[in-house]
């Protein structure tokens, strides 16, 4: 399996959030410890069913194409010019 680090970053500040959240319950005692084996449970399934898949298939995108043509060739980066002027299209690739 290919795994590249293309949402690396984006995966890691949703990490940092989601721990954030559940070490801020435990310390305000609105949760136990228990709450990072659910915190654990939740970031692997969303690791291996959204993250991995999209990271691993823009990898693949990537080194498929000839690198000096894949800003003009690439649907991925028609859409994301179009995305900087239309904030309707910016705001749907958020979600």
Same mark, same amino acid.
């Given at each position: 399996m290919i795994h590249s680090g293309g949402l690396?970053?984006?995966g890691g500040i949703?990490?940092?959030s989601g721990l954030c959240e559940c070490l801020t319950g435990?310390?305000?005692g609105r949760a136990d410890n228990s709450?990072?084996?659910k915190y654990d449970k %939740?970031? +692997?399934e969303r690791y291996n069913t959204i993250v991995d898949p999209m990271s691993t298939a823009n990898f693949k995108r990537l080194w498929s194409q000839d690198p000096d043509r894949a800003g003009q060739d690439d649907p991925f980066f028609? %859409?994301? +010019?179009q995305a900087?002027?239309?904030l309707e299209l910016a705001k749907k690739m958020q979600l």
């Open positions: 690396g970053l984006t949703a990490d940092v435990i310390h305000n709450i990072l084996d %939740i970031r +692997r028609d %859409i994301a +010019r900087a002027i239309d």
